[in-house]
Nanobody, 120 residues
């Protein structure tokens, strides 16, 4: 089994910054892509940003230039630096990892989610 634990969410004023962290642990052989998704009330879960094991990043248009994703492969961790936050960024943010387990299965794992609230 693999667990993803997120931290760093909270309440911030519009224009402010937050940094989300996510650490993976458990039966991990290797991790391919990691990323962040978010879900606002009444909306579907949507991609925010992803990063491959080689460091290639991908961002949603709505966060391009404001958010930065990074990872520390030695720690099996992924981070999301969020700046110039807007009220529409308010959502539950979920960490994601595509993992090759020690049983050599490739599976997707999700964190429990962390709330980000941006006040206007």
């Amino acid at each position: 089994q693999v667990q993803l634990v997120e931290s760093g969410g909270g309440l911030v004023q519009a224009g402010g910054s937050l940094r989300l962290s996510c650490a993976a642990s458990g039966s991990i052989f290797s991790i391919n892509a990691m990323g962040w998704y978010r879900q606002a009330p009444g909306n579907l879960r949507e991609l925010v940003a992803t990063i491959t094991s080689g460091g290639t990043t991908n961002y949603a248009d709505s966060v391009e230039g404001r958010f930065t994703i990074s990872r520390d492969s030695a720690k099996n961790a992924v981070y999301l630096q969020m700046s110039s936050l807007k009220p529409e960024d308010t959502a539950v943010y979920y960490c994601y990892a595509n993992v090759r387990t020690k049983a050599y299965l490739r599976e997707d794992y999700w964190g429990q989610g962390t709330q980000v609230t941006v006040s206007s």
